[in-house]
């Protein structure tokens, strides 16, 4: 079975602290997905409060990083953290209450967001970063 998220040279952001988290994050809905597949509902259950927490400590680390480094777009990357950590969370809690069954659909809502997310804003607050010397 193929990964859903291949996380590649391209995903990196050279900030080795939001790319380890990356690589954890891509590796988490990875698991999501395998479990899904497996039709292990518990392990996929597991993954995705995994997930949700790692979530929380990355999306603080970017926010920390971005806040002590003065980055111009903090707000903006602030409230899409928000989103998608929001709509993760209810994900979970749906999927937990069997209000949901989780499919291809989140699951590839999960790696869309994973790539757009790195592409978009991560790289710009990376450069950020990459600029004052933070590596």
């Known amino acids: 079975m193929m990964a859903l998220i291949e996380f590649t040279n391209d995903e990196l952001v050279h900030v080795q602290i939001i790319d380890d988290q990356h690589r954890e ?3 988490l809905i990875n698991d999501v997905h395998k479990n ?4 292990s509902k518990n392990l996929a259950k597991d993954s995705l409060l995994k997930l949700t927490e790692l979530l929380e400590i990355h999306f603080e680390t970017e926010e920390r990083l971005m806040k002590e ?3 111009p777009g903090y707000i903006t990357h602030k409230l899409e953290h928000d989103r998608f950590y929001n709509k993760t969370v209810k994900t979970l809690d749906q999927y937990n209450n069997n209000e949901i069954s989780l499919g291809l659909d989140q699951l590839d809502s999960f790696r869309r967001w994973f ?3 790195i592409e978009i ?3 710009k607050c990376a450069n950020h970063l990459i600029s004052l010397g933070i590596s």
């Not at 899904?36 to 039709?39: K, R, S, Y």
């Open 121 to 123: 804003n991560d790289r």
């Open 69 to 71: 480094n003065r980055y």
């Open 36 to 39: 899904v597949l497996d039709n």
């Open 115 to 117: 790539y757009n997310h």
């Open 25 to 27: 994050i891509a590796l």
